[in-house]
């Protein structure tokens, strides 16, 4: 099999680039949660992680003080999600109602 047979089996594998099912469904479920969720949840790991350092458990406190990153990483996709939609249909079936205005007055 040489590189192009390869590559051209890759382009018509998914040829219109859509997300599949399982995918749609974690974003329809995770565009209901409030993006705030993830910003008191990362500010909530740092403060026990804190709290594990003053106790002197330091490997608790290292462990938990790594979830921060995730956290704020998953609301940049809930809120990507929530921009764009699934598959970046603006409008889609998807979409929760009132996540345009969410977006809009987030920066209020």
């Known amino acids: 099999m040489d590189a192009s047979n390869l590559k051209e089996k890759a382009d018509n594998f998914n040829p219109d680039h859509k997300e599949g099912p399982v995918a749609r469904a974690i974003e329809e479920y995770t565009a ?3 993006s705030d969720l993830f910003l008191w ?3 909530g790991s740092m403060a026990v992680s804190a709290t ?3 106790m002197k458990k330091d490997d608790e406190a290292l ?3 790594q979830w921060p990153a995730p956290f704020l990483l998953l609301g940049l ?5 929530k921009v764009k939609g ?3 249909e603006k409008d889609g079936p998807n979409r929760p109602a009132g996540a345009n205005a969410e ?4 920066g209020h």
Do not use: H
């Open 32 to 34: 209901k949660l409030p």
């Open 41 to 43: 949840a990362a500010l």
């Open 52 to 54: 594990l350092k003053v």
């Open 63 to 65: 462990f938990v003080g």
């Open 77 to 81: 996709y809930n809120k990507l999600v």
């Open 86 to 88: 699934s598959d970046g």
């Open 103 to 106: 977006i809009r007055n987030a």
